[in-house]
């Protein structure tokens, strides 16, 4: 079993529809979760992060953590074609602070 | 020049070929890190370094030599790859090694490589 689970997509949105990007992970130490987004040809960059459970709002971007589920979402309100790119979960225990990745998402958002 | 830099952005080998990858950064940073990115699979760590030591090493094959002259730069020679090999080669820094949260890691923008 794999880590860090994320549905590779490709998910295609029209412009303004409420984007849902999720991944589930397995190891019940993580806690600490940030969500990169990657363009293309670009290197990752961080979007969001959260330690252990709830949400944090940043704009039109939500990151939300359930630890009893072992759920982590992302939610884009009122998308844009700026938003299609690659987004990456990760996770960390915070005792080493190494990062597990999921496979990452692709976005495309549709003018 | 800010941020994270790598250099070549792409690199096309044959597998007999000895090549270099350069990344540098200029966050003041202590920690660098190197990681593999292929197709359909999540990144892989491949190195880690704090203060120019190595503290990881996440089973690397040896045709993979890092080195890490000071916190600035970070190099990955390259010998004998196989077509497998091919993919996004990432480096990343971060203030302290391997801390999640607002000290995270902060990616350059990769070297495509091409081992044919």
């Known amino acids: 079993q794999k880590e860090v689970e994320q549905d590779p997509g490709p998910l295609s949105v029209p412009e303004g529809a409420i984007v849902s990007l999720n991944c589930t992970y397995s190891?019940?130490?993580?806690?600490?979760f940030m969500w990169y987004r990657q363009y293309s040809r670009k290197g990752p960059e961080l979007l969001m992060y959260t330690y252990s459970s709830g949400n944090k709002e940043d704009g039109r971007f939500t990151a939300q953590v359930d630890k009893s589920s072992k759920y982590i979402s992302l939610l884009i309100r009122d998308s844009q074609p700026s938003d299609s790119a690659t987004y990456l979960c990760?996770?960390?225990?915070?005792?080493?602070?190494?990062?597990?990745f999921g496979q990452g998402t692709t976005l495309q958002v549709k003018p | 020049e800010t941020g994270v830099t790598q250099t070549p952005r792409h690199l096309v080998m044959g597998m007999t070929n000895k090549k270099s990858l350069k990344c540098e950064q200029h966050l003041g940073h202590n920690a660098m890190y190197w990681y593999k990115q292929s197709a359909k699979k999540p990144l892989e760590l491949m190195f880690v370094?704090?203060?120019?030591?190595?503290?990881e090493n996440n089973s690397v094959p040896s045709r993979f030599s890092p080195e890490c002259p000071n916190s600035s730069h970070l190099f990955l020679h390259l010998h004998t790859l196989q077509p497998e090999d091919s993919a996004l080669y990432l480096c990343a820094s971060s203030r302290y090694p391997l801390v999640a949260g607002e000290d995270t890691q902060y990616f350059g923008p990769g070297t495509r490589l091409t081992v044919l």
């Open positions: 190891n019940s130490a993580f806690q600490y």
């Open positions: 370094y704090n203060f120019k030591e190595q503290t």
């Open positions: 990760a996770t960390s225990s915070g005792n080493t602070g190494k990062l597990i």
